[in-house]
């Protein structure tokens, strides 16, 4: 089971009622705290992941960290950290990544993860299922109570034929359009994940299960950190 870190609960140092995207930015920079000079890193995509490159970035620039090399994933994080002077290389060339820093649309209680609304699915689970360690930074409103409870869970398929693996994905699931709309807890996730996966045409899905080693969430009351 998950473990809250002891005294990883801070209160702000005022009364003001933060934005969500300052919470995210507030997950994010207490996650780069982790990051160190010699590190692979994977770069992660999102609105809460794009203040975590933006951190790093500040940090090489002053000299605080140094020979980092980054591993996007998808062309906006590529750009993004293009942009910025952060050195990138892929995983042909470095198949072990020290550590990965992106958001996630869902995290349960056990540290399992939706990800993948923002289309970046596929390389993003390359990149992590790769990772010595994986923080996921979200902020409050990203917790549930099991997987698929607050909307579309995203599954990949090939683009030749894809009515036909959205019909056969149909049997599983009640799907729209290219993603799978779960409303209630499907019982076992493993089981879940291994029948959408023997669809043939199914490339992957947004469950990112027992994947996580952090999440960090970014609450009013300040940030707690639940380690697997």
């Known amino acids: 089971m998950p473990s809250i870190e002891s005294g990883a609960l801070s209160p702000p140092p005022s009364p003001l009622i933060l934005t969500q995207d300052e919470l995210k930015k507030?997950?994010?920079?207490?996650?780069?705290e982790s990051v160190q000079s010699g590190m692979v890193l994977g770069l992660g995509t999102?609105?809460?992941?794009?203040?975590?490159?933006?951190?790093?970035?500040?940090?090489?620039?002053?000299?605080?960290l140094k020979n980092i090399i980054g591993i996007p994933t998808s062309k906006k994080t590529h750009?993004?950290?293009?942009s910025l002077g952060i050195p990138l290389s892929d995983l042909?060339?470095?198949?072990?990544?020290?550590?990965?820093i992106d958001g996630a649309d869902e995290v349960d209680s056990n540290l399992n993860l939706v990800k993948g609304r923002g289309g970046s699915l596929l390389r993003e689970k390359m990149i992590e299922s790769a990772c010595k360690k994986f923080i996921v930074i979200v902020d409050e409103s990203k917790l549930v109570a099991h997987v698929g409870a607050s909307g579309a869970m995203p599954v990949e398929v090939v683009p030749f034929c894809?009515?036909?693996t959205q019909n056969r994905l149909q049997s599983l699931f009640d799907y729209a359009g290219?993603?799978?709309?779960?409303e209630k807890d499907v019982g076992d996730l493993k089981t879940a994940?291994?029948?959408i996966l023997r669809l043939a045409g199914v490339v992957e899905h947004g469950m990112f299960l027992d994947m996580a080693t952090t999440v960090i969430v970014a609450g009013e009351l300040g940030i707690t950190i639940k380690n697997k």
């Open 46 to 64: 999102g609105s809460t992941a794009k203040h975590a490159v933006d951190r790093i970035a500040e940090l090489l620039h002053q000299g605080k």
């Open 162 to 164: 894809w009515k036909f």
């Open 79 to 82: 750009q993004q950290a293009v």
């Open 178 to 182: 290219m993603c799978c709309e779960i």
């Open 92 to 100: 042909d060339s470095h198949p072990v990544v020290d550590l990965a």
């Open 26 to 32: 507030i997950a994010a920079y207490k996650a780069v």
């Open 193 to 195: 994940s291994d029948a």
